[in-house]
């Protein structure tokens, strides 16, 4: 309504203008810009393709996809936004099916909507990690994906959510935005899914990539990027989910002082065909979990070495006579080089990613050379 109309409305409610003078007021109030109806119509298109989280948990009921688009102020300026509802629920709900479905959806999206300049994806952020390194390997396209969630929920004093979703439809809408991966954004930052990670349970600041830093900052005049990713991601993934019904178990066993190898031996006769080991360091090991980390290789499973240390490379080991200890005449042709292709080194990533891209691993070979290629590159 035009400035004069609702001056007009409120004296007329007041009883202080007649309503022929308050219809004359309404008649007379100046058109709309015939440009503004042009000029929305000329801005990227985002959709929302929200599945719950913090941000939409609001007391007595959550936020819909259309209730989060419609809380954000001022998207106009930016985006013609879109919604739809994939899920409601809390992060650590989400299912392993339900991430393969909701790869394939975005997937649809951005294959037969040309015009669609990128997707925005609410999560919850307890696992929002998971779920954007998930993406960043399945979803195969240069348009921009962008996961958002919030720290505290929409009944709170000092909701961030409106203005972290804001940001992210920015982000998703932004040429520079494209062909860099799956993105998180949160607290005016932009960070690559494969390097974040949540490191505080409650702060604002908690998505950190250590040690590499941020992509970029949202600002309040542009969004900035200050650098690129080199590994492998979305458009250039060799992994497809169109027709993947389930994706084996792989399980993650923590390295502490005194632990027992009893407990990855359950895991291996539970079925599991990998296992990620969270090291003491650099891959040290402790208790009898050498005796289970054999088990499981003795047993055809793929154990994956990862750090616990939150940062640090492991380093793959050479394959051959000298990396397996064998005397130079038994060299690659020996009994144990097949339980040593099962040996994997995890590279920088941290143990719940490791697990992700071993899962998508064993969908496509059983083979350690490559599966620790694909650990290389990605």
Known sequence: MRPT?????????????PQ????????????????????????????LVATGGTISNRNGGRLSAEELVTAMPGVDRYVRPEAEQFANTASSELTLKQWLDLARRINTLVTEDADLAGIVVTSGTDTLEETAYFLNLTVRSAKPVVVVGSMRNPSTLGYEGAANLLEAFRVAATPEARGKGVLVVLNDEINAARDVTKTDALRLN???????????????????????????????????????DELPRVDIVMVYQGASGDIIKAIVDQGAKGIVIASAGAGATSGTQAEGIQYAIDKGVFVVTSTRTGSGRIAARRRGTAALG????EGDQGAARPAADRRIAAEDLAPVKARILLMLALTRTTSGAEIQRMFTEY
């Not at 409305?9 to 009883?15: A, R």
């Not at 064998?326 to 005449?329: C, I, V």
């Open 206 to 244: 908690t998505f950190q990539s250590r040690p590499y830093g941020v992509l970029g900052v949202v600002d309040s005049d542009r969004v900035v990027f200050y650098r690129d990713l080199v590994k492998r991601h979305t458009e250039r993934s060799e992994f497809d989910v169109a027709r993947i």
């Open 5 to 17: 109309s609702l001056v007009s409305l409120v004296l007329l409610t007041l009883g202080l203008l």
């Open 20 to 47: 022929a003078a308050h219809a004359q007021a309404v008649a007379t109030a100046p058109p709309r810009p015939a440009g503004a109806a042009a000029a929305t119509a000329t801005l990227p298109r985002v959709r």
């Open 326 to 329: 064998l005397p130079s005449n």
